[in-house]
């Protein structure tokens, strides 16, 4: 459960800056709550091993310190269509349904060496780029200190990696990712750096028992040329490896690309369109 030094580093990281410095308004402060309770959940789990079924609505409930502080909001900013209108909606359902989905995304594209770690650093740091742009420097800085925790992180869970993250990394990536979207109003950045774990995810459940198909079809494995060869279920990591032989890091590589350029359209997309 290595995201607990993830956590652990921004929780420390966070002190100085509440007390001396700009990480005081009231949105990075829940939202800093929303990620640390599902890290705290992931660590429970990778402790204890929490049901499938039950853990989206424990990660629905972590993310209550935003519902309270999102309470008065009631529209949705999207590029060229502007405010849209949810009334009630948006804070007690579209929060919690945004928090659950992004962490449970992230907690379902992983498995491979720096994989997480360098998804959440390229998500999360296109997000703090365009709160710094939009003047919510309090949420700049907080994804800047998530940012840096999974770089350092990064340097051992790398390939061939010495630690790992856990579901307390892998959940806590994707609420961080919701986390700053929601609260900096920048939702639809939010949505296009999780596409490409919307689409392992949307792959994954194209099987009979998506959330048995490691019971059912085991891992990939390694050729003799270190090459893999994927397992027998559909995800977009299989789908890479059947487009091309490649080794672990080659793989993390080209997967950390697709992100990086879904995090360059997410920030062009605000920044010209919105």
């Known amino acids: 459960m290595g995201g607990l030094a993830i956590l652990s580093g921004v929780a420390l990281a966070s002190v100085p800056l509440l007390l001396f410095g700009n990480l005081d308004s009231e949105l990075a402060l829940t939202a800093f709550a929303t990620i640390a309770l599902v890290g705290l959940l992931g660590v429970a789990d990778d ?35 502007g405010f ?9 359902f579209v929060v919690p349904l945004a928090v659950t989905t992004s962490a449970n995304f992230s907690n379902m594209l992983a498995g491979f060496n720096g994989l997480e770690a360098g998804y959440s650093a ?15 420097v309090a949420l700049a800085l907080l994804g800047t200190l998530v940012v840096v925790a999974y770089l350092g992180f990064l340097k051992l869970n790398w390939y061939p990696a010495r630690i790992f993250p856990g579901d307390s990394g892998t959940l806590m990536g994707g609420a961080a990712i919701a986390a700053l979207g929601l609260a900096g109003r920048l939702e639809f950045a939010a949505i296009v750096v999780s596409i490409p774990a ?40 299989h789908a890479f490896m059947r487009v091309s032989p490649l080794g672990e890091e080659e793989l993390v590589r080209s997967l950390l690309l697709m992100e990086l350029c879904y995090a360059a359209l997410a920030v062009a997309a605000t920044l010209f369109l919105m």
């Open 122 to 136: 390229i998500a999360i740091g296109a997000l703090s780029f365009l709160s710094w742009w939009k003047g919510e």
């Open 198 to 237: 919307a689409f392992d995810f949307a792959l994954k459940m194209l099987s009979r028992r998506p959330f048995a198909q490691r019971h059912d079809f085991s891992d990939s494995t390694i050729n003799s040329d270190g090459k893999l060869e994927p397992a027998g279920y559909p995800a977009l990591v």
């Open 84 to 92: 849209i209108s949810l009334g009630a909606l948006y804070p007690f």
């Open 47 to 81: 402790i204890s091993g929490l049901k499938q079924r039950y853990k989206p609505f424990l990660v629905a409930f972590t993310s209550l310190p935003l519902v309270v502080s999102l309470a008065g909001r009631t529209d949705l900013s999207l590029p060229l269509l």
